[in-house]
């Protein structure tokens, strides 16, 4: 096996591991026809073009006799610490088990740090048990899980972290002042990606139950709008939501 940089070339085969691999992992939950539409926009080509010319992401995949075996992508995010988001590991099902998916993992791990991460986070589906178990037993922590929703449906997504703070305690809500002097609490392990920094989620209470809105992770601007196709845009510095994971403004 080998593991290397992807490139527009391979396109075709990281869509046919990507459909197989979220097929096997999530078919019992989700309907085939949203899995092979979130594929289809997930990795077009113009897509992952822009992901491969982006020096903030990683994305690896796994030959074996010349053909793709697996993937990995990840991007480094410019938090209030530098981190390392790795939005997909995939392996097809038939290849699962022969240590593709630690190849890839140790890979990609070397490299964002090599970006200077100092922290290394993974989401899987609570319904992806083998997924869960994967993070688990690469020594990756469970730190929390929000309720995501794909196609109409309301799934748990739960959150993993590797290289914790020292204490092995990681602060995740940070206390904030609105301009009109109210207090509220950004959750800074609820993220969406943008055009130039992360958008965090905002809540109204540390408990989470009450949201407020976006916090701009490029100007810590509060100035954000959102329309009814969940397009988030800073009025501040323009910084804009870019399509990430299970987003339901793009299924």
């Known amino acids: 096996m080998d593991i290397r940089e992807a490139t527009a070339a391979d396109i075709e085969g990281i869509r046919t591991v990507a459909h197989d691999s979220l097929a096997a992992s999530y078919g019992h939950a989700l309907e085939d026809d949203i899995i092979a539409q979130a594929v289809e926009r997930w990795y077009d080509e113009e897509t992952l073009t822009d992901d491969l010319d982006d020096p903030n992401t990683e994305f690896l995949v796994a030959i074996d006799e010349d053909r793709i075996v697996g993937f990995a992508q990840s991007y480094v995010v410019e938090r209030r610490e530098t981190v390392g988001e790795i939005d997909w590991l995939h392996v097809e099902p038939q290849s699962r088990g022969?240590?593709?998916?630690?190849?890839?993992?140790?890979?990609?791990?070397?490299?964002?740090?090599?970006?200077?991460?100092?922290?290394?986070?993974?989401?899987?589906?609570?319904?992806?048990?083998?997924?869960?178990?994967?993070?688990?037993?690469?020594?990756?922590?469970?730190?929390?899980?929000?309720?995501?929703?794909?196609?109409?449906?309301?799934?748990?997504?739960?959150?993993?972290?590797k290289f914790p703070e020292a204490g092995g305690r990681q602060v995740l809500t940070e206390?904030?002042?609105?301009?009109?002097?109210?207090?509220?609490?950004?959750?800074?392990?609820?993220?969406?990606?943008?055009?130039?920094?992360?958008?965090?989620?905002?809540?109204?209470?540390?408990?989470?139950?009450?949201?407020?809105?976006?916090?701009?992770?490029?100007?810590?601007?509060?100035?954000?709008?959102?329309?009814?196709?969940?397009?988030?845009?800073?009025?501040?510095?323009?910084?804009?939501?870019?399509?990430?994971?299970?987003?339901?403004?793009?299924?």
């Open 175 to 251: 206390a904030a002042t609105l301009p009109d002097g109210r207090q509220v609490y950004v959750a800074l392990d609820e993220s969406v990606r943008g055009s130039n920094g992360p958008f965090y989620a905002v809540y109204l209470d540390r408990d989470r139950t009450e949201r407020y809105g976006y916090l701009c992770g490029n100007c810590d601007g509060f100035g954000i709008s959102m329309d009814t196709m969940g397009r988030v845009v800073c009025k501040d510095c323009e910084n804009r939501r870019k399509p990430t994971r299970w987003d339901a403004s793009y299924l």
């Open 98 to 161: 022969s240590g593709i998916g630690d190849g890839l993992l140790a890979a990609l791990e070397r490299r964002l740090l090599d970006h200077g991460v100092s922290r290394i986070e993974g989401r899987v589906l609570e319904a992806n048990e083998a997924g869960a178990g994967f993070f688990e037993r690469e020594n990756f922590e469970a730190i929390g899980e929000r309720t995501v929703e794909i196609g109409g449906e309301p799934f748990v997504e739960k959150l993993y972290s």
